[in-house]
């Protein structure tokens, strides 16, 4: 059995929590230049031309792409016959605090959300997902940073659909959703799209998929077909980069799906904005 300090996921959990906060992910980029190539609108292409020079300015510099610097998911995949020693929430939560005061990063967090809702200082308790691999003895342990702001979280939506639903109505609930909030979400957007599992696990999904490359097509043909139509559907909105208007309201959506009760439909949309900051590593 493999066994991993819960100290050294800490340390690669500080090193990715200032890598997403300064450093707009090579794929995003390239959708960003794709979908600026196709975009007709010249207010929307500048809009564009704006968010991708913003990215080179905080990758050079080492500061922020957002002033607000967002709420951290930690995702850990344990490899087979892999076990961590030591207390992985703390160890999480004091590399996010050092992350915090290393990068200059704004502190966001509040603790007694109801009542007085003060600031934890350093943006703890990191959020933490744990899950177990589901590959042979050689797939290794990986370790996932997620950051993500407000205006995004606010536009976030979960339901419970009908179970005769289907595509249809997954699709109908996230067109109705981004028309209604997608303009508050700094366009273009990125869409992580949760189908089935349960109430509790499916805005997980949502949220965690995410993490995979926009240019990275789905080995299942239905699903890579359904994201493709996503995205064109969200497009067709005319919102627009900056909501100034255009095609270019979304420039990825994935979709993770999971075994659900017959009598329901669960379905999450996790929105993000174009700053998508994430990276996954091995450890």
């Known amino acids: 059995m493999r066994v991993i300090q819960a100290s050294a996921i800490g340390r690669a959990v500080e090193a990715l929590c200032l890598e997403v906060s300064t450093e707009l992910p090579r794929d995003v980029i390239q959708a960003l230049e794709s979908f600026r190539e196709a ?4 207010p929307a292409r500048q809009v564009i031309d704006l968010i991708l020079e913003n990215g080179r300015v905080a990758r050079e510099a080492g500061v922020p792409l957002c002033q607000d610097t967002g709420v951290f998911t930690v995702y850990i995949t344990l490899g087979r016959d892999t076990a961590i020693e030591g207390d992985l929430q703390a160890e999480a939560s004091a590399a996010l605090a050092r992350a915090t005061a290393r990068g200059s990063l704004r502190a966001s967090v509040v603790d007694e959300p109801m009542d007085e809702r003060r600031n934890t200082k350093d943006n703890t308790p990191a959020l933490l997902e744990l899950e177990l691999s589901d590959g042979d003895d050689l797939t290794p342990t990986t370790i996932g940073v997620l950051a993500k702001g407000g205006g995004s979280e606010m536009a976030s939506r979960a339901a419970m659909l009908a179970p005769g639903a289907g595509w249809e109505g997954v699709l109908d609930f996230v ?17 992580g799209v949760g189908v089935g599992g349960a109430f509790d696990s499916v805005a997980v999904m949502a949220k965690r998929a995410l993490l995979e490359p926009l240019d990275r097509v789905s080995a299942d043909p239905k699903t890579a077909a359904r994201e493709a139509e996503l995205v064109a559907a969200v497009n067709g909105l005319g919102i627009g980069p900056g909501a100034v208007g255009g095609t270019t309201t979304c420039i990825g959506a994935k979709i993770a799906t999971a075994p659900c009760h017959m009598a329901s439909l669960p379905v999450a949309l996790s929105v993000n904005c174009h700053s998508l900051r994430r990276k996954v590593t091995e450890i």
């Open 39 to 42: 975009e007709k609108s010249e």
């Open 175 to 191: 067109m109705d959703v981004v028309s209604d909030l997608g303009a508050r979400s700094c366009p273009p957007l990125v869409l």
